[in-house]
């Protein structure tokens, strides 16, 4: 049985693509480039939902919130290796009165769910990797995801790594910032785009293969 690595995150998880308002192919979306950089040995399943947010339900769409849906995921996806969870950048939408305090705690908090649920081998607890998601960048609202999306979300975004991190060193969750390093689109500037995805997908690889 190959070794498998759950990818749970949103939108940019999915593959998105701004340009044709559809997925990326495989080969382009990072899930799929780390599959490629990992090899044979390991499966690495895709679990990216667009819209998708670390504890908030969404009163205007149904079924985005990760944590009432990671436990059965995860379990039926069973045995797993390592589960990575990329989620943030739908939990600054201003509907949600978040701080990027509130949604780092969110995330820490899906993490230690992730972290407890017995979906590893041998019904063992997986590992898990946090990733800071690349901030929003701050023409996000002169565009037309702007509307949805409110105000502050580029702000939101950019100080959610520091939470993050220091919210993952306390819980003793393995933690990858990618903000300075993978950039959004210059589309709507909260998606990535074809090299965004190449430069996580390296990003990740680099961190992942220190596990195994």
Not at 95 to 121: D, M
Not at 162 to 168: G, I, R, S
Not at 193 to 212: Q, S
Request: hydrophobic share 35%; glycine share 8%; charged share 25%.
């Amino acid at each position: 049985m190959k070794r498998r690595i759950v990818c749970f995150g949103d939108s940019n998880t999915w593959g998105y693509d701004v340009k044709t308002l559809g997925r990326f192919p495989e080969g382009i979306r990072w899930t799929s480039i780390l599959a490629d950089l990992l090899g044979e040995e390991f499966q690495v399943v895709e679990e990216g939902l667009s819209g998708r947010t670390s504890v908030v339900d969404d009163p205007l769409f149904e079924g985005l919130n990760g944590y009432s849906y990671i436990h059965p995921c995860l379990m039926s996806h069973s045995p797993l290796e390592l589960v990575i969870i990329m989620l943030g950048t739908n939990d600054t939408k201003e509907r949600f009165h978040l701080t990027s305090y509130n949604i780092a705690q969110g995330i820490a908090r899906l993490s230690q769910k992730a972290k407890s649920t017995p979906a590893g081998v041998k019904g063992a607890f997986p590992e898990v990797l946090v990733i800071a998601p690349p901030p929003i960048g701050k023409e996000y609202y002169e565009t037309e995801v702007g509307k949805s999306m409110g105000k502050g979300c580029d702000t939101k975004s950019t100080e959610l790594s520091a939470h993050l991190e220091e919210l993952m060193r306390i819980q003793k969750t393995e933690f990858l910032d990618t903000k300075g390093i993978v950039p959004m689109n210059h589309i709507d500037f909260m998606h990535l785009d074809e090299e965004g995805h190449r430069l996580l997908a390296k990003l990740v690889f680099n961190k992942v293969k220190t596990y195994f």
